[in-house]
């Protein structure tokens, strides 16, 4: 049974951090990506990392202040946040990819505000 299950929302101020995690369960997955959703807009791609963690790509507004990485020995996506701004609030959901098929967490929420 495939399972996702992220961790590691809250409300930080502008500027703070926060550490996303996802852990995965029910296969060794390909790739692992982050997405976000804000309120009203569609859901949109945050970050990917391929299986064995070493080709990661960034969508441009994060570029710089996120990291994704994962720990293959614990079957766990990261998405370190850093110098966070009012508009990174949103669900973030971390996605798994496993023989074509895409595989979704439940989302958690991070919202930035003073």
């Known amino acids: 049974q495939v399972q996702l299950v992220e961790s590691g929302g809250g409300l930080v101020p502008p500027g703070g951090s926060l550490r996303l995690s996802c852990t995965a369960s029910?296969?060794?997955?390909?790739?692992y990506s982050w997405y976000r959703q804000a309120p009203g807009r569609d859901r949109e791609l945050v970050a990917s990392?391929?299986?064995?963690?070493?080709?990661?790509r960034y969508t441009d507004s994060v570029n710089g202040r996120f990291t994704i990485s994962t720990d293959n020995t614990k079957n766990i996506l990261y998405l370190q946040m850093n110098d966070l701004e009012p508009e990174d609030t949103a669900v973030y959901f971390c996605?798994?990819?496993?023989?074509?098929?895409?595989?979704w967490g439940q989302g958690t929420r991070v919202s930035v505000s003073s």
């Open positions: 996605s798994a990819y496993y023989k074509q098929m895409t595989y």
């Open positions: 029910g296969f060794t997955f390909s790739a």
């Open positions: 990392i391929t299986g064995d963690g070493q080709l990661t």
